[in-house]
């Protein structure tokens, strides 16, 4: 089962499941309309039991547990800005929902449970590269209830033996990803006929991580016995500003674009992550996983998706 399989990343990972040829159960939000996200348009489609439901109710949680052998969870809120907008609508999705599922996890004999944390957590760097031993200093409501569930998880791996793997990616980009990430942000501007881009701060860097090449990291860190009961990063181990990305992105799509700086982007001063850069290496030793798409391949591929998607983007808005 992969919760949260609607998603950006989830939908990517439900569709390299499938072709690896395991039955997958999609766990997706319920919601009025019977939208199932971006497994509406998937290939595989017809291939997938798809169950809808709220990640905060056990008992629909407990119920698609049922029966499964390994269980992906990705289901959570993850725009940062909102989480300061509403923070406790992240303590009962990530940290009450990560609950439900390794508590369901644990009563239905689950052979694996790989759940998903954020680089967040490390706040900003005290040392570069991060390895899995950097101190957890969250920085934003969003961040805090990821270590919470991070926490939880490895928890019932200590207290109950449950074979959890937490896997932590660096800024993963790629197609389908919403207008809440940096990359999309950009994009979505430019693609609107945008020459003067609206942004936060150009300073922060970011380790960028092609959705693929994550979602390969989530497969290998549960086929391997040796990820059980360890924290990962999945991460390129290259940083880049955001001002340097915004000129590679302008590169891919020809143009020239100057930044200014909008106020309701900037987060406040002791919230922002300021550097952030993977180290790898347990991963590769453990898994023997690695990264293998460059930062302009990757951003290649998302600026060929998005011109044919342009239309689903709102890029004359921040979209918090």
Same mark, same amino acid.
Request: aromatic share 8%.
């Given at each position: 089962?992969?919760?949260?399989?609607?998603?950006?990343i989830?939908?990517h990972?439900?569709e390299a499941?499938?072709?690896?040829?395991?039955?997958?159960?999609?766990?997706?939000?319920?919601?009025?309309?019977?939208?199932?996200?971006?497994?509406?348009?998937?290939?595989?489609?017809?291939?997938?039991?798809?169950?809808?439901?709220?990640?905060?109710?056990?008992?629909?949680?407990?119920?698609?547990?049922?029966?499964?052998?390994?269980?992906f969870?990705?289901?959570?809120?993850?725009?940062?800005?909102?989480?300061?907008?509403?923070?406790?609508?992240?303590?009962?999705?990530?940290?009450?929902?990560?609950?439900?599922?390794?508590?369901?996890?644990?009563?239905?004999?689950v052979?694996?449970?790989?759940?998903?944390?954020?680089s967040?957590?490390?706040?900003?760097?005290?040392?570069?590269?991060?390895?899995e031993?950097h101190?957890?200093?969250?920085q934003?409501?969003?961040?805090?209830?990821?270590?919470?569930?991070?926490?939880?998880?490895?928890?019932?791996?200590?207290s109950?033996?449950l074979?959890?793997?937490?896997?932590?990616?660096?800024?993963?980009?790629?197609?389908?990803?919403?207008?809440?990430?940096?990359?999309?942000?950009?994009?979505?501007?430019?693609? %609107?006929?945008?020459? @003067?881009?609206?942004?936060?701060? !150009? /300073?922060? *860097?970011?380790?960028?991580?092609? =959705?693929?090449d994550?979602v390969?990291?989530?497969?290998?860190a549960?086929?391997?016995?040796?990820?059980?009961?360890e924290?990962?990063?999945?991460?390129?181990?290259?940083?880049?500003s955001?001002?340097?990305?915004?000129?590679?992105?302008?590169?891919?799509?020809?143009?020239?674009?100057?930044?200014?700086?909008?106020?309701?982007?900037?987060?406040?001063?002791?919230?922002?992550v %300021?550097?952030?850069? @993977?180290?790898?290496?347990?991963? !590769? /030793?453990? *898994?023997?996983?690695?990264?293998? =798409?460059?930062?302009?391949?990757?951003?290649?591929?998302?600026?060929?998706?998005?011109?044919?998607?342009?239309?689903?983007?709102?890029?004359?808005?921040?979209?918090?």
């Open positions: 089962m992969v919760t949260g399989a609607g998603g950006f989830g939908s990972l439900v499941l499938v072709s690896k040829g395991h039955d997958v159960r999609a766990f997706v939000r319920y919601n009025s309309s019977n939208s199932w996200g971006w497994l509406e348009s998937s290939p595989c489609r017809d291939q997938l039991e798809i169950i809808s439901g709220d990640i905060r109710d056990y008992d629909i949680v407990r119920s698609a547990v049922r029966g499964c052998d390994m269980v969870h990705l289901a959570a809120l993850i725009g940062i800005p909102y989480s300061y907008v509403s923070p406790l609508a992240y303590v009962r999705t990530n940290v009450e929902g990560t609950y439900n599922v390794l508590q369901a996890s644990l009563e239905w004999q052979g694996r449970v790989v759940h998903t944390s954020t967040e957590v490390y706040g900003t760097a005290q040392y570069v590269p991060i390895d031993s101190p957890v200093n969250p934003s409501p969003y961040a805090a209830t990821k270590s919470g569930a991070d926490q939880l998880a490895i928890s019932y791996y200590r109950f033996e074979p959890v793997t937490v896997v932590r990616p660096f800024n993963t980009y790629g197609p389908r990803q919403s207008a809440r990430a940096i990359i999309p942000t950009v994009m979505s501007q430019i693609l %609107e006929g945008k020459r @003067s881009i609206s942004l936060g701060s !150009l /300073s922060p *860097t970011r380790d960028l991580t092609f =959705v693929s994550t390969s990291g989530f497969i290998a549960a086929e391997s016995p040796n990820a059980v009961g924290v990962v990063n999945l991460g390129t181990g290259r940083e880049i955001i001002g340097d990305l915004v000129k590679k992105i302008a590169g891919v799509l020809g143009v020239d674009v100057e930044v200014v700086t909008e106020e309701c982007r900037v987060r406040p001063p002791k919230s922002e %300021e550097r952030l850069c @993977s180290n790898p290496s347990k991963m !590769l /030793s453990l *898994t023997g996983w690695s990264a293998s =798409v460059a930062l302009e391949d990757g951003l290649c591929m998302t600026a060929d998706w998005m011109k044919e998607n342009r239309r689903i983007y709102k890029g004359y808005i921040y979209n918090v």
